[in-house]
Protein backbone atom coordinates (compact mmCIF):
# COMPACT_ATOMS: atom_id res chain seq x y z
CA UNK A 1 0.00 0.00 0.00
CA UNK A 2 1.83 2.96 -1.16
CA UNK A 3 1.16 6.20 0.76
CA UNK A 4 1.76 9.46 -1.27
CA UNK A 5 3.30 12.15 0.60
CA UNK A 6 3.01 15.89 0.00
CA UNK A 7 5.98 17.54 -1.63
CA UNK A 8 7.72 20.79 0.08
CA UNK A 9 5.42 23.85 -0.73
CA UNK A 10 2.61 21.98 -2.82
CA UNK A 11 -0.54 23.27 -0.62
CA UNK A 12 -3.20 20.45 -0.25
CA UNK A 13 -5.69 20.59 -3.08
CA UNK A 14 -9.55 22.07 -2.37
CA UNK A 15 -11.40 23.70 0.45
CA UNK A 16 -10.97 22.12 4.09
CA UNK A 17 -13.50 19.60 4.82
CA UNK A 18 -15.07 19.60 8.57
CA UNK A 19 -16.10 16.53 10.01
CA UNK A 20 -17.65 15.07 13.33
CA UNK A 21 -16.95 11.64 14.27
CA UNK A 22 -18.72 9.98 16.83
CA UNK A 23 -21.93 9.08 18.63
CA UNK A 24 -25.26 9.48 16.74
CA UNK A 25 -26.55 11.86 19.68
CA UNK A 26 -23.30 14.04 19.07
CA UNK A 27 -23.57 14.00 15.51
CA UNK A 28 -27.45 14.78 14.75
CA UNK A 29 -26.51 18.57 16.04
CA UNK A 30 -23.61 19.07 13.31
CA UNK A 31 -25.47 16.89 11.09
CA UNK A 32 -28.26 19.72 10.85
CA UNK A 33 -26.14 22.49 10.30
CA UNK A 34 -24.60 20.71 7.21
CA UNK A 35 -21.38 19.69 8.72
CA UNK A 36 -20.26 16.30 7.49
CA UNK A 37 -20.90 13.87 10.33
CA UNK A 38 -19.54 10.29 10.60
CA UNK A 39 -22.38 8.95 13.51
CA UNK A 40 -22.03 6.31 15.03
CA UNK A 41 -18.48 6.13 14.68
CA UNK A 42 -16.23 3.41 15.59
CA UNK A 43 -12.27 3.25 15.89
CA UNK A 44 -11.87 1.44 12.30
CA UNK A 45 -13.82 3.89 10.76
CA UNK A 46 -12.20 6.75 11.87
CA UNK A 47 -8.88 5.40 10.86
CA UNK A 48 -10.02 4.58 7.63
CA UNK A 49 -11.57 8.39 7.35
CA UNK A 50 -7.99 9.71 8.16
CA UNK A 51 -6.52 6.87 6.00
CA UNK A 52 -8.25 8.19 3.03
CA UNK A 53 -7.85 11.98 3.72
CA UNK A 54 -4.15 11.16 4.42
CA UNK A 55 -3.41 9.39 0.89
CA UNK A 56 -6.15 11.90 -0.83
CA UNK A 57 -3.89 14.85 0.68
CA UNK A 58 -7.14 16.73 1.86
CA UNK A 59 -6.90 19.56 4.67
CA UNK A 60 -9.55 18.66 7.21
CA UNK A 61 -10.68 19.66 10.49
CA UNK A 62 -11.85 16.37 12.39
CA UNK A 63 -13.81 16.41 15.87
CA UNK A 64 -13.96 13.31 17.40
CA UNK A 65 -15.96 12.33 20.67
CA UNK A 66 -13.66 11.51 23.35
CA UNK A 67 -14.24 7.96 23.68
CA UNK A 68 -12.67 7.58 19.76
CA UNK A 69 -9.38 9.55 20.94
CA UNK A 70 -8.83 7.46 24.08
CA UNK A 71 -8.86 4.29 21.10
CA UNK A 72 -5.89 5.63 18.89
CA UNK A 73 -5.20 3.61 16.13
CA UNK A 74 -1.94 4.44 14.07
CA UNK A 75 -3.65 6.87 11.65
CA UNK A 76 -4.51 8.82 14.22
CA UNK A 77 -1.65 9.06 15.91
CA UNK A 78 0.25 9.60 12.74
CA UNK A 79 -2.07 12.85 11.76
CA UNK A 80 -1.58 14.00 15.04
CA UNK A 81 2.24 13.84 15.00
CA UNK A 82 3.10 14.25 11.42
CA UNK A 83 0.11 16.43 9.63
CA UNK A 84 -0.38 20.38 9.47
CA UNK A 85 -3.58 19.59 7.14
CA UNK A 86 -5.01 17.24 9.11
CA UNK A 87 -6.46 18.93 12.61
CA UNK A 88 -7.80 16.41 15.10
CA UNK A 89 -9.79 17.50 18.06
CA UNK A 90 -11.49 16.30 20.77
CA UNK A 91 -15.45 16.93 21.44
CA UNK A 92 -16.17 16.43 25.78
CA UNK A 93 -18.75 13.89 26.74
CA UNK A 94 -22.30 15.15 26.52
CA UNK A 95 -23.39 14.13 29.88
CA UNK A 96 -20.31 15.65 31.68
CA UNK A 97 -18.80 18.03 30.37
CA UNK A 98 -16.87 19.32 33.57
CA UNK A 99 -15.09 16.10 34.60
CA UNK A 100 -13.66 15.90 30.70
CA UNK A 101 -9.83 15.89 30.37
CA UNK A 102 -7.63 16.13 27.25
CA UNK A 103 -5.23 13.99 26.11
CA UNK A 104 -2.59 16.74 26.30
CA UNK A 105 -3.27 16.90 30.33
CA UNK A 106 -1.21 13.82 30.57
CA UNK A 107 1.51 15.06 29.06
CA UNK A 108 2.05 18.24 30.53
CA UNK A 109 2.21 16.42 33.61
CA UNK A 110 4.41 13.72 32.58
CA UNK A 111 6.67 16.79 31.62
CA UNK A 112 5.75 19.29 34.27
CA UNK A 113 4.77 16.90 37.14
CA UNK A 114 1.57 16.02 38.77
CA UNK A 115 0.79 19.25 39.87
CA UNK A 116 1.39 21.60 36.76
CA UNK A 117 -2.13 21.67 36.40
CA UNK A 118 -3.33 22.33 39.94
CA UNK A 119 -4.86 26.05 40.51
CA UNK A 120 -2.43 27.89 42.65
Known amino acids: MAESAQAPGKAPRGPARVIVAGSAALTEGFALIGVETLPGASAA ?3 ALLAELWRR ?3 ALVFI ?3 LAREAGPWLKRVRDDS ?3 VV ?3 PPLQSPGRYHPLVEDVVRAVLGPSALEES
Open 45 to 47: QLE
Open 57 to 59: EEK
Open 65 to 67: EHG
Open 84 to 86: GRI
Open 89 to 91: TEV
